[in-house]
């Protein structure tokens, strides 16, 4: 598989095309919520889609900030309501993305970046094929298996439930646009980065 690799600094804003959908996937622990926080970081104009979910919320997470916490009736309701963009189940929990803020942003000319899962991520090109879709892979599974148990989140059961995940995902990286290896942090932002605005993106 051919992983694209983006060269070059971002562009001014001044220069930027306007309105434009980004989605994020890749496996679990794969370091995705590093990498948009270290986009975020430079470039704060940037908005990011929070998420709405049904797991609980693990330490330090904040209602609003990280996801919208919801109950599963709750979120129910939003999907029978057309409130959602998209809406996947993933270890045992319910994520999706609210509609209306991405719509606002993106016609306001704004870049809306979506850190979703797979499944969310193939029922975005059913709805939006516009988007630019990116899929951040790990240097290899082992690593990925090292990330995961250094983060301490997931008891051994559920770390070998994220590999097997991790390895069907892995699979389905040649669907992106564009797909970035996240070995060197510093190295990987730059590609996000460059993909995010590149001149020709939009």
């Given at each position: 598989?051919?992983?694209?690799?983006?060269?070059?600094?971002?562009?001014?804003?001044?220069?930027?095309?306007?309105?434009?959908?980004?989605?994020?996937?890749?496996?679990?622990?794969?370091?995705?919520?590093?990498?948009?926080?270290?986009?975020?970081?430079?470039?704060?104009?940037?908005?990011?889609?929070?998420?709405?979910?049904?797991?609980?919320?693990?330490?330090?997470?904040?209602?609003?900030?990280?996801?919208?916490?919801?109950?599963?009736?709750?979120?129910?309701?939003?999907?029978?309501?057309g409130e959602l963009l998209e809406w996947a189940e993933f270890a045992g929990n319910?994520?999706?993305?609210?509609?209306?803020?991405?719509?606002?942003?993106?016609?306001?000319?704004?870049?809306?970046?979506?850190?979703?899962?797979?499944?969310?991520?193939?029922?975005?090109?059913?709805?939006?094929?516009?988007?630019?879709?990116?899929?951040?892979?790990?240097?290899?599974?082992?690593?990925?298996?090292?990330?995961?148990?250094?983060?301490?989140?997931?008891?051994?059961?559920?770390?070998?439930?994220?590999?097997?995940?991790?390895?069907?995902?892995?699979?389905?990286?040649?669907?992106?646009?564009?797909?970035?290896?996240?070995?060197?942090?510093?190295?990987?932002?730059?590609?996000?980065?460059?993909?995010?605005?590149?001149?020709?993106?939009?």
């Amino acid at each position: 598989m051919q992983v694209l690799s983006i060269e070059g600094a971002a562009p001014n804003d001044a220069c930027q095309p306007s309105g434009r959908l980004i989605v994020l996937t890749g496996p679990s622990g794969v370091g995705k919520g590093e990498l948009v926080r270290s986009l975020r970081q430079r470039h704060p104009q940037l908005y990011y889609s929070i998420s709405v979910t049904t797991r609980d919320p693990r330490p330090g997470e904040v209602h609003g900030k990280h996801y919208f916490f919801v109950s599963r009736s709750d979120f129910q309701s939003m999907i029978a309501q057309g409130e959602l963009l998209e809406w996947a189940e993933f270890a045992g929990n319910y994520y999706g993305t609210p509609r209306t803020a991405v719509a606002e942003q993106i016609s306001q000319g704004k870049r809306v970046l979506l850190e979703i899962e797979l499944e969310g991520a193939r029922k975005i090109k059913a709805v939006f094929p516009q988007a630019l879709r990116i899929f951040i892979l790990p240097p290899s599974l082992e690593e990925l298996q090292a990330r995961l148990r250094k983060r301490a989140q997931d008891s051994p059961e559920a770390i070998a439930r994220r590999l097997n995940r991790a390895a069907e995902e892995i699979n389905a990286a040649s669907e992106f646009d564009i797909r970035i290896i996240n070995d060197d942090l510093e190295t990987a932002v730059n590609q996000l980065e460059a993909a995010v605005f590149s001149v020709g993106s939009n």
